[in-house]
């Protein structure tokens, strides 16, 4: 005869704070055994655990999710991993690359670059690739598909930076195969032989000036490149997601295609919800984006703000692209191009500080739910990209991935406190209010009050799946 084990192990159990999913704030307490979510409710009803973390007078929400971010570049996967840990992220989704210069096929990187992943991260990590204008590299697809990478990414513009403006015939082809693969095509959408035309004339004319680069891709080129992503999905049958939306204009096209039930997804960045081109003047070549900072007396940073309050905007990510910054520092003679002709880089530091952005600008100074972040920031990114549910929210059976943030205190943004390697912030000097108290990874505590707790290695490559639609609606 055998015996019932009437008091089921608990290792771990969260209890005290108020726990943030991505539709409403609950009193409960979560049970943890393993790497897994075992329960979510009220604590008497458990068994005992052998661990209690007390987070009486905070939050506990998913773990946060990063799905825009460059690592293979000035800051390596090692670095961002650390970066992200300290800023309160659980999970990053960096694009991938391949060798241009050799045979190495898409495949071959996507192995190299688990490996490169796997033996220096703290965190979990999903993985994009980036597919440059190189065709022969699309007859990889399929396989790197197999090894889990779902999510592929393409440039309609950047014509001075040699392999990455693709046109709409090689997107339509490389749509087409994502799709039959279950996967979803990210677009940087903006028009790039316009925008080439305008840089070049105002070169011509000797308007090089950093506050003379916005004018050269204006809104319209944004909206006009997505009308042909969103038409392109259509044709193809391949979900489709606009990368760092940045206007109005952008934002009412994807509207329009929402009231038709397309597959149409975006996501927006702090620095277009938070900045505008007067930051041009002050931080000059440092502050070039792609798409740019938008007029400081424009529509585009309200209307940003009402398309994540309506839903029409799903994600808010960071488009963490650092470079050294003499590279970008010559940029103050030609933002253009240096005098090699080379295109002066795109892209600024931001892992470290949306996390603290967010809940201050949208949750504290907006009023927005803080059940809105957990749904931008983690439930919709797991969606999208092949997570869920896995990732992105407090169920059973999902991984235990938490944030413990406490709302008390101020602080300043500098970047003498960030990992980066690009040695500034755009938001250097900028109010935050609360912080990250403790994260925990698959069950394990990774960062507890300002200290690391597990050891570069720890973070998984997580295979992904297809994407599911994000959660929309209005969250007031």
């Known amino acids: ?16 704070g108020k726990v943030v999913t991505s539709t409403q704030v609950i009193d409960a307490a979560v049970a943890i055994t393993g790497e897994k979510i075992v329960a979510l409710s009220p604590e008497e009803l458990l068994p005992p655990a052998e661990n209690y973390i007390d987070a009486e007078g905070k939050f506990v929400l998913p773990g946060l999710i990063d799905c825009h971010v460059h690592l293979d570049g000035h800051d390596d996967y090692a670095l961002g991993a650390r ?24 495949p071959l990187a996507v192995h190299r670059t688990r490996e490169q992943i796997t ?17 022969s590299i699309l007859a990889g697809i399929p396989e790197a598909m197999d090894l889990g990478v779902k999510s592929f990414k393409m440039f309609m513009t950047y014509k001075k930076r040699p392999g990455r403006m693709c046109a709409d015939d090689y997107i339509c082809q490389a749509m087409e195969l994502v799709s039959a693969g279950g ?8 028009s790039g032989n316009i925008i080439e035309y305008l840089e070049n004339k105002l070169i011509a004319e000797g308007h090089i000036h950093p506050t003379d680069f916005p004018s050269a891709c204006p809104d319209w080129a944004e909206e006009e490149a997505i009308n042909r992503a969103i038409n392109m999905g259509v044709a193809t049958g391949c979900p489709t997601y606009v990368v760092h939306l940045s206007t109005q204009l952008g934002l009412e096209r994807i509207k329009q295609a929402h009231a038709k ?31 740019p900072l938008r007029p400081e007396d424009g529509p585009d940073r309200d209307a940003l703000w009402r398309g994540l309050e309506q839903g029409h905007t799903s994600i808010i990510a960071s488009d963490h692209s650092p470079h050294p910054q003499e590279s970008k520092q010559v940029g103050w003679d030609n933002i253009f191009v240096d005098p ?11 892992v470290e500080t949306i996390v603290s952005l967010m809940y201050s600008e949208g949750v504290v100074k907006r009023q927005l739910p803080i059940w809105w972040l957990a749904r931008v920031m983690a439930e919709n990114p797991a969606r999208i990209f092949g997570l869920y549910p896995r990732k992105g929210v407090i169920q059973v059976g999902s991984d235990a991935d938490l944030l413990i943030w406490d709302p008390q205190g101020d602080r300043v943004v500098t970047a003498r406190d960030h990992q980066s390697n690009a040695g500034y912030s755009l938001f250097e000097g900028w109010q935050v209010s609360g912080r990250p108290w403790m994260t ?9 009050q300002g200290n690391l707790e597990q050891k570069p290695g720890y973070g998984q490559f ?9 959660l929309g609606g209005p969250v007031r």
């Open 183 to 190: 996967g979803v095509m990210q677009l940087h959408c903006e």
């Open 261 to 291: 039930g397309q597959r149409i997804w975006t996501e927006t960045c702090p620095q277009y919800l938070l900045l505008s081109d007067s930051e041009m003047a002050r931080y000059g070549p440092l502050a070039k984006i792609g798409p």
């Open 83 to 106: 970066a992200a840990a300290l800023s309160g992220l659980t999970t990053l989704i960096p694009f991938g690359n391949y060798d241009l210069d050799g045979d190495e096929t898409l």
């Open 1 to 16: 005869m055998s015996t019932a084990n009437t008091n089921p192990k608990i290792d771990t159990i969260v209890r005290g």
């Open 119 to 135: 033996q220096g991260a703290l965190v979990d990590f999903g993985l994009h690739y980036i597919l440059q204008n190189r065709p």
């Open 462 to 470: 997580i295979e992904c799946e297809g994407p599911r639609a994000p």
């Open 440 to 448: 925990l990874l698959r069950g394990q505590v990774l960062f507890n």
């Open 340 to 350: 090699q002709g080379n295109s002066v880089p795109f892209g600024s530091p931001g």
